[in-house]
């Protein structure tokens, strides 16, 4: 299973995107994701969860910019 530590960036940088709008914040929650997604002891239920906000975080990245 992931580390704690993962899954709180991941949620951190999902939450930091939504605030601001900050493509680059999206990009790493994109990424992080995904190395969840990776791992061998994540449930499919779980797995297709991080998989469906990557993809979405993914989407997002051209239609925000960046107020910083």
Same mark, same amino acid.
């Given at each position: 299973?992931? /580390?704690? @530590?993962?899954? #709180? +960036?991941?949620? /951190?940088? &999902?939450?930091?995107? @939504? @605030?601001? +709008?900050?493509?680059? /914040?999206?990009?790493?929650? #994109?990424?992080?994701? %995904? !190395?969840?997604?990776?791992? %061998?002891?994540? %449930? %499919?239920?779980?797995?297709?969860?991080?998989?469906?906000? /990557?993809?979405? &975080?993914?989407? !997002? @990245?051209?239609?925000?910019?960046?107020?910083?």
């Amino acid at each position: 299973m992931p /580390s704690r @530590e993962i899954w #709180a +960036g991941a949620l /951190s940088l &999902l939450l930091l995107h @939504e @605030e601001t +709008g900050c493509a680059h /914040s999206a990009h790493n929650a #994109a990424r992080l994701l %995904d !190395q969840i997604c990776d791992a %061998d002891d994540v %449930d %499919d239920d779980t797995r297709k969860l991080c998989e469906r906000a /990557s993809a979405r &975080l993914s989407c !997002q @990245e051209s239609r925000h910019a960046c107020p910083a």
